[in-house]
């Protein structure tokens, strides 16, 4: 059965395939607020389709908010990232299936940025960008992390006992100040730290999954023969 996603990506290289066009126009993730990167963006052609794609699925009955294709498209630069780092540390990535905008069944039309499923494990991605002050930082993180425990704890009432679901809050900075045509380094090496962390979960919980596989468990009790 097909499930149902804005997109669903089988291993890196669907992914890459698919966010390439990213880096061909040098997508940077700008400080610019979002109504004037929408302004900016309104007639770029990947933009338009991921909005079609989006109302001819039926992924919401709430309106879609311009803006919100906007983000997509900086978490998309994000989770390139992502898989390029679990790619470099050695990761089966081909084996990672991605899905985009995923409606939770039964979730009162609530919907998970991205979830990453490897064998019999969910991974529950959630982003959000402040662009502001310290202290709104911490409540646009205490906001998405309790939408990302409700999300997982949803999926997990749903499927088997025997499956993980995890979930995880990443929050990103704007890297690029367009108006004064600048790169803000200090806020691109807080990302850089933020994926490396996001690579290290991801990780863990990926060979917590590789060790209850068949060979490993009876590699496991070879010390005793």
Do not use: C
Not at 7 to 30: A, C, P, T, V
Not at 93 to 98: A, R, V, W
Not at 157 to 165: E, G, I, P, T
Request: overall charge neutral.
């Amino acid at each position: 059965m097909k499930l149902k996603a804005l997109h669903r990506f089988k291993g890196i290289k669907e992914f890459n395939l698919f966010s390439d066009y990213l880096e061909q126009i040098d997508w940077k993730i700008d400080k610019k607020l979002l109504k004037e990167r929408v302004e900016e963006y309104k007639n770029d052609l990947y933009i338009i389709d991921l909005k079609r794609k989006y109302l001819d699925l039926g992924i919401s009955i709430w309106p879609l908010k311009d803006e919100e294709s906007i983000t997509w498209i900086d978490t998309i630069l994000l989770m390139r990232r992502l898989m390029i780092e679990l790619f470099k540390k050695g990761v089966n990535t081909n084996e990672i299936t991605i899905l985009m905008e995923y409606p939770l069944v039964f979730g009162n039309y609530m919907r998970s940025d991205y979830l990453l499923v490897y064998d019999r494990l969910i991974i529950v991605l959630e982003f959000g960008m402040f662009n502001q002050d310290e202290r709104r930082s911490e409540e646009r993180y205490t906001k998405k992390l309790q939408e990302s425990i409700n999300h997982r704890q949803i999926i997990a009432n749903m499927v088997s006992k025997l499956v993980d679901v995890v979930n995880y809050v990443m929050i990103y900075r704007p890297e690029y100040d367009s108006k004064n045509e600048k790169l803000m380094d200090d806020n691109k090496e807080y990302n850089t730290g933020e994926i490396i962390k996001l690579t290290e979960f991801v990780i863990k919980n990926i060979r917590n999954q590789d060790r209850l596989t068949a060979i490993k468990q009876l590699e496991s009790i070879q010390d005793y023969n």
